[in-house]
C-alpha cells in the first residue's frame, strides 16, 4: 500500500450504509480485496462476532480505512476521529424484495424464512406488509438518513451533503473502477451474492403495493438515478483534490482518466 494511500485514511474513513440486497456485499468484497481484509470493519445486522469499534482502542481503529455494515448513517462512525466518507448504493423497491424473497428461499436458516419464505411471492409481500416488517417499510430511506421516521427534504440533504456518494446499485462496478483508478488499485468489483434463482415477474398489483408501501425509497431511488453521472462525478473530483493535496504527481497521473464513461458537465439540480 502506498504513503499516498495511508496518508489519505489518516484523514478520511470510507463508511459503507450497507443496505440489503442493493449490490453491497460486492462492494465490501471489492474493499477488502482492493485495501485488504483487516483494513476493513464489516459490522453483520446484529454485529455477533464483530469488533465493536467502541471497545477498540485507538491504535487498532487507526489502521481500519473502511467500515462496512448493515448500520444506519451516524451510529458507529462516531468512534472514529477522521473525516468520514459515507457510501451508499440503493436499488429499485420491487427488484429489491425480489432479491430479497429469493435470498430467503436459499437460505433455510434465515430467521424469516418460517415466515414469509413458505409463501408465494405475493402472498409474502403481503405478509410482509401487515407485519410492517422492516425491509419493506422504507428500509433504504431509513438506513441512509439514520433515522425511523425519515422524510424527503432530510434525504435529499443526506444525498447532496451528508454523503460522499450515493448510486444505484447498477453502477457498482463503475463506483469500484473510480476508487480503484483514483488509488491506483485493482477495479474490478466482486459479485459475490447474484441471484442464484430463475427472475420471475412480479404481478402488477403487487408491484404497485410494494411501490406506494416504499413511496419514500422509491423517490430516493429516482432521485439517485436521475444525478447519478453528478453524484459520481463529485466524488471522483473530490477523491483527485484530497490525493492530489497528498502527492501531487500520483494524481495528475490520474486526473485525465475517464471513469466509467463519458461524464457530462456538472449542472444546477433541483430536490426532486
Excluded at 428461499?105 to 403481503?126: I, K, M, N, T
Excluded at 436521475?226 to 492530489?244: G, K, P, S
Excluded at 497521473?253 to 463519458?262: L, Q
Aim: a negative charge; one cysteine or more; proline letters at 6%.
Amino acid at each position: 500500500m502506498s504513503a499516498g494511500v495511508a496518508a489519505f485514511f489518516a484523514e478520511h474513513l470510507f463508511v459503507h450504509t450497507h443496505i440489503e440486497s442493493t449490490g453491497g456485499s460486492a462492494l465490501a468484497s471489492y474493499l477488502k480485496t482492493a485495501f485488504g481484509a483487516a483494513r476493513v470493519l464489516e459490522v453483520p445486522p446484529d454485529g455477533a462476532s464483530q469488533a465493536d469499534p467502541a471497545a477498540m482502542d485507538d491504535a487498532a481503529r487507526s489502521e481500519i480505512y473502511a467500515l462496512s455494515g448493515h448500520f444506519p448513517a451516524h451510529s458507529l462512525e462516531r468512534h472514529f476521529a477522521r473525516r468520514h466518507l459515507r457510501i451508499a448504493l440503493v436499488g429499485d423497491p420491487v427488484a429489491r424484495m425480489v432479491s430479497f424473497y429469493n435470498d430467503l428461499l436459499d437460505a433455510p436458516d434465515h430467521p424469516d424464512d418460517s415466515r414469509f419464505a413458505r409463501l408465494p411471492f405475493d402472498e409474502a409481500v403481503g405478509a410482509m406488509i401487515e407485519a410492517r416488517f422492516g425491509p419493506v417499510h422504507n428500509q433504504q430511506s431509513r438506513q441512509i438518513g439514520g433515522k425511523e421516521g425519515p422524510n424527503w427534504l432530510g434525504l435529499a440533504y443526506a444525498v447532496e451533503r451528508d454523503y460522499a456518494v450515493v448510486c444505484s446499485q447498477a453502477s457498482v462496478d463503475r463506483l469500484c473502477a473510480m476508487i480503484g483508478a483514483r488509488f491506483g488499485l485493482p477495479a474490478g468489483a466482486q459479485h459475490t451474492n447474484r441471484d442464484r434463482r430463475e427472475p420471475f415477474e412480479v404481478a402488477p398489483v403487487t408491484a404497485a403495493r410494494l411501490r406506494e408501501t416504499n413511496a419514500l425509497d422509491q423517490r430516493l431511488y429516482n432521485y439517485v438515478l436521475r444525478h447519478e453521472n453528478r453524484l459520481l462525478e463529485r466524488f471522483d473530483v473530490f477523491l483527485e483534490a484530497m490525493l492530489r493535496a497528498i502527492d501531487p504527481v500520483a494524481a495528475v497521473a490520474t486526473s485525465d482518466t475517464a471513469i466509467g464513461g463519458t461524464q457530462p458537465p456538472r449542472q444546477q439540480h433541483r430536490l426532486a
